[in-house]
């Protein structure tokens, strides 16, 4: 008997309590719209807010609750997610434009460009703080690999030999997420359909560019003069394209000395060269 009171006593406490659980599930439960959650299924599950909401959660209770009726927002799930969600929410799908990132860095990590040796935390946000990182070039590609760290596709790695960040066009989905963790904020999202790229970030004058980066852009001015387009502007000592005007006919890269402007092709996947 003295044993089987407390036992008693336990079941009672847990048979209660599975009650209330019950009692609680089904009088405070909050209703989910089934078309939210379909919504939610088809979304590839990036959370990278791409589409202006906090994430494929909210992305998809915003279309359920009307606040948006725009089922193309999703850029990393492309054209054939914006179908579904029109077939789930009956509305008209338009056409996503695809975007992929690229790192505007075009250095290398010779022991030279390093100005001191740098023994913390490895990590390119932990690195930034110390004088900005321990390249000699403070606009570089720091190496440490954050954006590797947050990618959902496994789309970048540090090469060996340059120690900078390089991202595989065929697999980036464009969520956005590498460029929001680059302390940098070198890494930029462009539409897929575009055929140059200045990889470069330096905004110092051309020749304390030289003294630090043998590719870096040196604000000579040759692309800005030769493209036919006008697509092609050398502001604030960095070259920066236009894209709206951009016909990706290469010749600003032709021009180039330093070779920092890349011509490549992101729809076939082909590395920016």
């Given at each position: 008997?003295?044993?089987?009171?407390?036992?008693?006593?336990?079941?009672?406490?847990?048979?209660?309590?599975?009650?209330?659980?019950?009692?609680?599930?089904?009088?405070?439960?909050?209703?989910?719209?089934?078309?939210?959650?379909?919504?939610?299924?088809?979304?590839?599950?990036?959370?990278?807010?791409?589409?202006?909401?906090?994430?494929?959660?909210?992305?998809?209770?915003?279309?359920?609750?009307?606040?948006?009726?725009?089922?193309?927002?999703?850029?990393?799930?492309?054209?054939?997610?914006?179908?579904?969600?029109?077939?789930?929410?009956?509305?008209?799908?338009?056409?996503?434009?695809?975007?992929?990132?690229?790192?505007?860095?075009?250095?290398?990590?010779?022991?030279?460009?390093?100005?001191?040796?740098?023994?913390?935390?490895?990590?390119?946000?932990?690195?930034?703080?110390?004088?900005?990182?321990?390249?000699?070039?403070?606009?570089?590609?720091?190496?440490?690999?954050?954006?590797?760290?947050?990618?959902?596709?496994?789309?970048?790695?540090?090469?060996?030999?340059?120690?900078?960040?390089?991202?595989?066009?065929?697999?980036?989905?464009?969520?956005?997420?590498?460029?929001?963790?680059?302390?940098?904020?070198?890494?930029?999202?462009?539409?897929?359909?575009?055929?140059?790229?200045?990889?470069?970030?330096?905004?110092?004058?051309?020749?304390?560019?030289?003294?630090?980066?043998?590719?870096?852009?040196?604000?000579?001015?040759?692309?800005?003069?030769?493209?036919?387009?006008g697509a092609i502007k050398v502001e604030n000592n960095l070259a920066t394209i236009d894209y709206d005007k951009c016909t990706g006919c290469g010749t600003c890269h032709?021009?180039?000395?330093?070779?920092?402007?890349?011509?490549?092709?992101?729809?076939?996947?082909?590395?920016?060269?």
């Amino acid at each position: 008997m003295p044993i089987l009171i407390p036992v008693l006593v336990l079941v009672i406490i847990a048979l209660i309590c599975a009650v209330l659980l019950t009692l609680s599930s089904i009088f405070f439960s909050v209703e989910e719209d089934e078309r939210a959650l379909a919504v939610r299924d088809c979304l590839p599950g990036a959370n990278c807010g791409a589409c202006g909401f906090s994430g494929c959660d909210g992305y998809a209770k915003a279309l359920s609750e009307g606040k948006t009726d725009n089922p193309s927002l999703c850029i990393p799930g492309g054209d054939g997610v914006a179908k579904e969600i029109g077939e789930i929410m009956g509305l008209a799908a338009g056409d996503v434009v695809e975007q992929v990132a690229y790192v505007a860095c075009n250095g290398s990590c010779q022991p030279s460009e390093r100005k001191y040796v740098y023994d913390g935390i490895k990590t390119c946000v932990a690195a930034n703080m110390s004088y900005s990182g321990d390249r000699d070039c403070t606009f570089a590609c720091l190496g440490y690999g954050d954006c590797v760290k947050v990618c959902p596709r496994d789309a970048i790695c540090i090469n060996p030999e340059k120690g900078i960040a390089e991202i595989d066009p065929r697999k980036c989905i464009g969520c956005g997420l590498c460029a929001k963790a680059c302390p940098n904020h070198i890494i930029h999202l462009i539409n897929d359909t575009s055929r140059v790229v200045v990889k470069c970030s330096s905004h110092n004058k051309g020749a304390q560019v030289r003294k630090v980066c043998l590719n870096g852009c040196i604000a000579c001015g040759k692309c800005e003069k030769s493209c036919p387009e006008g697509a092609i502007k050398v502001e604030n000592n960095l070259a920066t394209i236009d894209y709206d005007k951009c016909t990706g006919c290469g010749t600003c890269h032709d021009v180039c000395p330093v070779k920092c402007i890349h011509l490549g092709n992101f729809i076939c996947g082909a590395h920016f060269e």
